[in-house]
């Protein structure tokens, strides 16, 4: 083969790795990025049927309308009438500034098409679809419009949802914003340093403080060995870094149920190490941190990175959720609702039902088990040690008359300078209604101070109001 | 098939079914508005691209692969085409007829006169001439000066001087002991090409401009007896490039549109932004024929006929697509390797480049893979000038996959 020829080749070997690269490219793109690339609120075709089609209304669990559209000046509106209260579920659909939330995620749903354009286009030929489909949330108006209440004038999030059934009651999370009235505030809300919004609830991570000690406890409960006993001086000392106790107070002679009930940190701390990262990380991933919790919404994934490179003093630290564990409100909202539910962790569901203009419902979501978080016999131990919690510990402001509330506090130190304040829990504890997750975002307080009482609120309200 | 191999006979009755099949789609598309226009363009489609297949494989003994190949993608065309707007698919069929015409005309032309090494002042004169008419007569289109309008036919003079160049490298290199004896000899080429692409470029034309260096290096490459010329070319598209990028703007809002296109969407990102939805759209199977909306995009009948494609047919033709070039420019590239004559030999590797490279950089374009400038898809999309060139180089193509006879060129004849 002379010189040219080898060169020719060259030449063809480049052309074929060219068009390879684009086969690659095309697919790569297709598989990867089409997805987030098609829900662009610039895409026409997003908005192609909006003209033609009445978008359905969405209504809470006792069919109250939270959204609706109605013709004016010959174009389908979108009125929201309770403006911010359900501006991180609901979102918004407009034109101008695309889609986001249920509004999104439920747009072929609202809009009854189908994903198949094929099967649509001979749908359209036999009845031409008018009007779109209503959305049956799992959420209680009531107690929504409560929890906002509670929450006013701070900054965080509350999740209440049923821990047997996965329905979330109410999910509030503040700063929030006016989704009916984005026109004028869309400056504002954009360069807001607070970030309204971003869903706290499902997407922001905070430090979860103490109440990460319920995680501990389960995998302190599955380490046969391990002696629960311990002589609490108020303050240790793991790999040169002191941990110590609330206001530097010594606990005594305690066992795993006072260490909880007493949020002992030197307990947990000294315990962790001795349990070691592998089982603490096995219990965090059966809890759903790591994991991707499927949702109606976008999620955070909570993180407890113990296949990293965690020292002893992470490992303390993150036993009672300091350091490098960081968590959902939603997520804790699930732990404590699989401790409810003798460890079985249900999936969360916002949306109930789908039903269809003619009051047929289309489509209801159930129940499902997304993972077991611990074992019946386990879960029933922490809850014993988390009603004591709440009857004489650090989250005596959850208690309920006459009935039986499990909880635990947590208190939260971040880079602000301002703690957290927790409250995760549930109640009644025998039979569980509702589990919350309560979280006050740089409120410089106790959990058991400022969130307790928000979560026993809910939760009264649950108990009374929220019947099936 | 019989056992002497794979004839061209077989995948023509294949083209011939697709052909079918797409436009009986067509028809169920515009389903109760069936005119006879729609039926006797189907048909004539059909018929046209048959028949100059048979034609071709009883006169030419050459490759009748590429003509197969072409019409292939010319049929995906034109059916796609007359979805979006029946009128230019009709128009669109009228320029495949000429088209063909032309290319049996340069193949008989090819055959029967011989010669063409010798004309290459001819060649460099004409396109000096061509662009020269664009600048006085042009007429601005999508930001490029390079339309010419003449008695109501507009056209784009430099799809015709993108085959001179070819000729004129062919001409240059197949002589090369001609130029060494001049003072400076081997770099007057140099000098012209990048002329070329000077103009171009001050015409706005970044896409041929971009198609002229990439045949201009890839022939240099493989023929350039002195090296250190394929090392200076490469250092001055270098510092072009650069140069380019600093000092007009428009270069540089087509680099910010590629980085990042969705920061732009309302203005210099909009076109690309829209053929990603629409690819993105498709998926791998396509929305169907008629169920896309191909027509958010703007000027989707020529750059951005690819997009559309993949929103109606799917990512999975789109990748057809792709291997149909892939294939095209491998078959050209064997062409050239198998004959014997260099100057037809260099002809043959030019065009092969042109379609090579005139369709990655459209393709990744349209994908966001390399930056986006303005081209036409050849044999695709839509368009008269880029129809008709394209087909005459193709009749070029046709006519270096035969053995030149030796007698007449005896002096090419090398070792």
């Known amino acids: 083969m002379n010189k040219e020829t080898k060169r020719i080749i060259v030449v063809l070997v ?77 979102g918004y659909s407009y034109r101008e500034y695309g889609k986001v939330g249920l509004e999104l995620q439920y747009n072929n749903a609202l809009l009854n098409i189908n994903e198949n354009a094929a099967i649509n286009e001979i749908k359209n030929l036999v009845i031409p679809t008018t009007e779109g489909n209503n959305l049956r949330l799992t959420i209680d108006h009531e107690l929504q419009n409560k929890a906002r209440g509670l929450l006013k004038g701070k900054k965080g999030s509350i999740v209440a949802m049923n821990p047997v059934t996965g329905e979330i009651y109410a999910m509030v999370s503040l700063p929030d914003f006016d989704v009916s009235n984005l026109k004028e505030d869309w400056k504002e809300i954009s360069e807001n340093p607070n970030s309204p919004l971003v869903n706290r609830a499902t997407q922001g991570l905070y430090a979860p403080g103490s109440t990460f000690k319920i995680l501990t406890t389960v995998a302190a409960l599955g380490t046969p060995n391990l002696d629960k006993d311990y002589d609490c001086v108020g303050s240790t000392k793991i790999n040169g870094y002191i941990f110590k106790d609330y206001q530097g107070k010594a606990h005594g002679h305690i066992d795993l149920k006072q260490a909880l009930v007493k949020s002992c940190n030197t307990y947990f701390t000294e315990k962790s190490i001795e349990i070691g990262k592998e089982k603490m990380g096995n219990v965090a991933d059966k809890f759903l941190i790591n994991g991707d919790i499927p949702f109606d919404l976008p999620t955070k994934s909570s993180q407890y990175p113990y296949k990293g490179n965690l020292d002893k003093t992470d490992i ?33 569901i916002l949306v109930k039902e789908i039903i269809s203009k003619n009051d047929k419902v289309m489509k209801s979501y159930n129940t499902e088990v997304l993972s077991q978080g611990t074992d019946p016999i386990t879960a029933e131990k922490v809850k014993e040690m988390m009603v004591e919690v709440v009857k004489s510990g650090t989250g005596t402001n959850a208690r309920i008359k006459n009935i039986e509330v499990a909880g635990k506090t947590g208190t939260a130190e971040n880079a602000s300078g301002k703690s957290h304040a927790w409250f995760v829990g549930f109640a009644p504890a025998k039979e569980p209604k509702v589990a919350v997750a309560v979280i006050l975002e740089e409120e410089g307080s106790t959990g058991g101070k400022t969130a307790a009482p928000i979560a026993r609120d809910i939760m009264i309200h649950v108990i009374n109001n929220i019947k099936d | 098939m019989s056992k002497k191999g794979i004839r061209p006979k077989s995948p023509r009755n294949l083209l011939f079914v697709f052909e079918i099949l797409a436009l009986l789609l067509l028809f169920v598309y515009e389903g109760d508005k069936i005119d006879r226009l729609t039926l006797g363009t189907g048909i004539g489609l059909v018929i046209i691209i048959y028949l100059s297949n048979y034609i071709l494989t009883k006169i030419s003994y050459g490759d009748n692969y590429i003509f197969l190949i072409v019409t292939m993608l010319i049929s995906i065309g034109i059916v796609m085409i007359y979805r979006i707007d029946s009128s230019l698919g009709i128009k ?31 060649y460099i004169i004409a396109s000096y001439i061509l662009f020269f008419i664009t600048f006085v007569f042009g007429s601005r289109k999508g930001g490029a000066i390079n339309w010419v309008s003449f008695g109501g036919i507009a056209f784009q003079p430099a799809e015709i001087t993108k085959l001179l160049v070819i000729f004129i490298l062919a001409s240059y290199y197949s002589d090369t002991s001609r130029w060494k004896e001049l003072k400076y000899g081997p770099y007057y080429l140099m000098g012209i090409i990048y002329s070329f692409i000077l103009l171009l470029f001050l015409q706005r034309d970044l896409g041929t401009a971009l198609v002229f260096y990439g045949i201009f290096i890839m022939i240099q490459f493989i023929y350039e007896e002195d090296r250190k010329l394929v090392l200076y070319n490469i250092g001055l598209f270098a510092i072009g490039g650069i140069l380019g990028y600093t000092l007009f703007d428009h270069v540089k809002i087509r680099f910010q549109a590629w980085l990042n296109p969705w920061k732009y969407i309302e203005r210099q990102g909009y076109q690309i932004t829209q053929s990603l939805f629409a690819i993105a759209e498709g998926g791998f199977f396509g929305r169907g024929l008629g169920l896309g909306y191909p027509d958010f995009i703007p000027v989707v009948y020529t750059d951005f006929i690819f997009s559309a494609i993949c929103e109606e047919m799917g990512v999975f033709t789109g990748i057809g697509i792709i291997m149909l070039f892939m294939i095209l420019v491998y078959r050209g590239f064997k062409i050239a390797i198998s004959q014997e004559s260099l100057f037809y030999k260099i002809l043959a590797l030019g065009i092969s480049i042109l379609f090579g490279i005139q369709s990655f950089i459209i393709l990744g374009g349209v994908l966001k893979m390399i930056p986006l400038t303005g081209l036409t898809l050849p044999f695709v999309s839509y368009g008269g000038s880029s129809i008709l060139s394209s087909f005459i180089a193709l009749g070029v193509l046709q006519i270096c996959s035969e053995e030149i006879k030796i007698k007449e060129e005896f002096d090419e004849q090398r070792d």
């Open chain 1, 14 to 90: 480049g052309f074929c790795l060219m068009f390879i690269s684009l086969i690659v490219y095309i697919s790569y793109f297709q598989v990867f990025k089409a997805e987030a690339v098609k829900n662009n609120s610039y895409n026409k075709r997003l908005w192609i049927n909006e003209e033609s089609i009445l978008r359905g209304s969405i209504l809470d669990r006792n069919h109250k309308v939270l959204a609706y559209s109605e013709k004016k000046d010959d174009l389908y509106k979108r009125y929201y009438p309770y403006g911010r209260l359900y501006s991180h579920i609901i």
């Open chain 1, 316 to 348: 303390a630290a993150s036993a009672i959720g300091q350091g490098k564990v960081l968590v959902t409100p939603l997520n804790m909202a699930l732990v404590a609702s699989g401790i409810a539910n003798g460890g079985e962790i249900v999936k969360p």
């Open chain 2, 92 to 122: 669109q069929l009228i320029w495949l007829s000429i088209g063909i015409f032309l290319f049996f005309l340069t193949y008989f032309i090819l055959k029967y006169i011989r010669g063409w090494k010798n004309f290459i002042y001819l």
